[in-house]
């Protein structure tokens, strides 16, 4: 046969992954459409290849190689099927069997590619859409804190952690004893004073003295 079919297979898995990568892309908010252009190459070398298919089995048909035409067609139609559910799905229309063709490789040693391409996307993934996509994203500033503050509220004094701690630190300086005021004028001993003998002042009159003796004398 004058065209290789293993060739488109191989193209349609490389579409599958693209596709998964897109959807990996979608699914993490990041740019889906930068490999847009090569899955869009890739579509169509896979429908000129459906093309080639197509007149190699008429070919043989009209050659009479029975055997090798139906062969031919059993091939073309499971790549007119794959690229049916591709091209849907790149369009943004997948059909009830499109999520079973790009879960499985038409080459058995992609198994484990496609396993890692359909896992759910982690945080923290180094995807070169991740990557691009932060070198790209904008960050809106943060709003002022001041114009988010409340005004504060009066509080009380906090007591140092040193006094907390403390059981005697709580308690206030004691008070010193108040004496007691007696109202009571205290009484003082009396003082005896000893008198001193009063003198009897003498008067003079007309050559007279009067003593206070309990009687006048005459001189």
């Keep these: 046969m004058a065209t290789n079919p293993n060739q488109y297979f191989l193209l349609a898995d490389?579409?599958?992954?693209?596709?998964?990568?897109?959807?990996?892309?979608?699914?993490?908010?990041?740019?889906?459409t930068s490999q847009d252009g090569h899955i869009s190459r890739s579509l169509e070398s896979l429908r000129d290849g459906l093309e080639n298919i197509t007149n190699e089995?008429?070919?043989?048909?009209?050659a009479g190689e029975t055997s090798?035409?139906?062969?031919?067609?059993?091939?073309?139609?499971?790549l007119r099927t794959q690229y049916d559910d591709l091209a849907s799905q790149f369009l943004g229309h997948p059909t009830s069997s499109t999520s079973s063709t790009l879960s499985h490789p038409n080459d058995p040693s992609l198994s484990n590619d496609f396993a890692r391409a359909t896992e759910r996307p982690r945080v923290g993934?180094?995807?070169?859409?991740?990557?691009?996509?932060?070198?790209?994203?904008t960050i809106a500033p943060l709003p002022n804190p001041s114009a988010l503050a409340t005004p504060p509220r009066s509080k009380k004094p906090m007591i140092p952690p040193?006094?907390?701690?403390?059981?005697?630190?709580?308690?206030?300086p004691p008070v010193p004893p108040i004496r007691a005021i007696s109202t009571t004028t205290s009484k003082?001993?009396?003082?005896?004073?000893?008198?001193?003998?009063i003198k009897t002042p003498r008067l003079i009159d007309s050559g007279r003295v009067l003593e206070d003796r309990g009687s006048l004398v005459y001189r």
């Design 14 to 32: 490389h579409i599958k992954l693209s596709l998964l990568e897109r959807q990996r892309a979608i699914s993490l908010n990041l740019e889906p």
């Design 57 to 62: 089995r008429i070919r043989l048909e009209e």
């Design 68 to 78: 090798e035409s139906l062969t031919l067609q059993e091939t073309e139609h499971t």
């Design 125 to 137: 993934t180094s995807s070169s859409f991740l990557k691009k996509s932060l070198r790209n994203s």
């Design 162 to 172: 040193a006094q907390r701690s403390s059981p005697t630190a709580m308690t206030p």
């Design 188 to 197: 003082s001993t009396p003082t005896i004073l000893k008198s001193s003998p």
